[in-house]
């Protein structure tokens, strides 16, 4: 019976491919094998101190399709050096889904968000389609102040994963409904007329609205605002690639990071690099490096507050590997990276993990991705 509910659901999953799938089609011209090296960044050390052996807030980071060669490849780029380079606890992640040993965004995001394996294209469902509560939702009922950020549609798979329980990724409208169900207090990311421009004729920005949200679409609107419930959407389905989006990521970032902050009692904050899962399936090594350093940059947003905070702990992740990416050649001195790619598709290969602050030892070794929100609960007390 399993099985045909995987079939079933596989094929309504497969068509048809809609605008916000368009990333996954590979052409002949998307396909750039180097990435010649360009300005550098510092990279700052930080130290890391704990105030407890617990953590009071985590910031969850996903890098989606980002293996091992997609880090490298940025840190061959910028010199050498990436703030991820602050991290000594570092594990392996292995990432397959309940139906398919290579997964796909949507099982591998309901796996990091719940720790249940399911099928690919499933939301924050089960095998049996049954919804399972996810980390973020876990914290919201136990009181702390919750956020999600992404460079991509904050319906698309990973972010949805986290608010949503639908038995298709590809259900952006009851998506983006979802979000009305919980009291999030910020999220930012793409996705604006998944609220909006809607077959049942709801207007969701109105109705946040209602709810106490302020609903801004300008990156530079959000980073001027400082109090209250937050709802920024920030492009009508996907942001632009890293160059063209004016660092949208990294202040998104840090302005959920300053408004959660707040909180007395703690916070979860899970943001998502979209596009290195992009640039993967276009086999376009400027894509996934250009992504990999934006990337970074959040990171940077991250350890920045979590250095002096001391009660913030880092969990960085993938959900998958994207392209089979690996580094023919390159030259570290020159920041210039070749790559090559086995496939325009997602791989079945282990993904780093790494973590930084109290708790972070729990995050070393070969785990399962299901493991990573069980202990990130464990350690928030949900």
């Not at 902050?261 to 943001?271: A, E, I, N, T, W």
Request: proline letters at 3%; aromatic letters at 8%.
């Amino acid at each position: 019976m399993k099985n045909l509910l995987f079939a079933i659901l596989a094929f309504l999953i497969a068509v048809p491919v809609l605008a916000q799938e368009n990333y996954k089609t590979l052409s002949k011209e998307d396909s750039v094998k180097i990435y010649i090296g360009q300005q550098t960044y510092e990279v700052k050390t930080y130290t890391e101190k704990h105030k407890a052996k617990k953590p009071k807030n985590i910031i969850f980071m996903i890098g989606d399709g980002m293996g091992v060669s997609q880090v490298y490849a940025g840190l061959t780029a910028n010199g050498g050096h990436l703030f991820l380079n602050n991290f000594k606890h570092v594990g392996f992640s292995k990432t397959q889904s309940a139906n398919d040993y290579v997964t796909d965004s949507a099982a591998g995001g309901t796996a990091l968000s719940s720790g249940y394996k399911t099928y690919n294209g499933a939301i924050g469902v089960d095998t049996d389609t049954l919804a399972q509560p996810s980390i973020l939702e876990k914290a919201e009922a136990k009181g702390l102040a919750t956020g999600l950020v992404s460079s991509s549609a904050i319906t698309h798979a990973t972010p949805a994963s986290f608010i949503a329980h639908v038995p298709s990724r590809n259900q952006y409208e009851d998506i983006a409904a979802d979000f009305l169900k919980t009291d999030i207090d910020v999220f930012i990311g793409g996705g604006y007329k998944h609220f909006t421009d809607r077959k049942d004729g709801r207007n969701l920005t109105t109705e946040l609205t209602n709810k106490g949200y302020t609903v801004l679409q300008d990156i530079n609107d959000i980073e001027k605002f400082n109090s209250g419930k937050l709802a920024g959407l920030t492009a009508p389905e996907h942001n632009d690639r890293a160059p063209e989006r004016n660092d949208m990521l990294p202040k998104a970032t840090a302005k959920a990071i300053d408004l959660l902050r707040k909180s007395k009692d703690g916070f979860f904050l899970m943001v998502e690099g979209s596009q290195i899962d992009w640039g993967g399936h276009q086999n376009n090594s400027i894509y996934v490096v250009e992504e990999v350093l934006d990337f970074d940059q959040c990171i940077a947003k991250a350890l920045e507050f979590a250095a002096k905070d001391k009660e913030t702990l880092i969990v960085v992740t993938a959900d998958h590997e994207t392209g089979g990416m690996a580094i023919n050649n390159g030259n570290m001195p020159k920041q210039t990276v070749k790559g090559g790619f086995t496939t325009g598709g997602h791989t079945g290969v282990m993904v780093p993990v790494f973590a930084f602050g109290p708790g972070a030892g729990q995050f070393t070794g070969i785990m399962d991705n299901t493991d990573i929100p069980k202990k990130m609960m464990k350690l928030l007390g949900l």
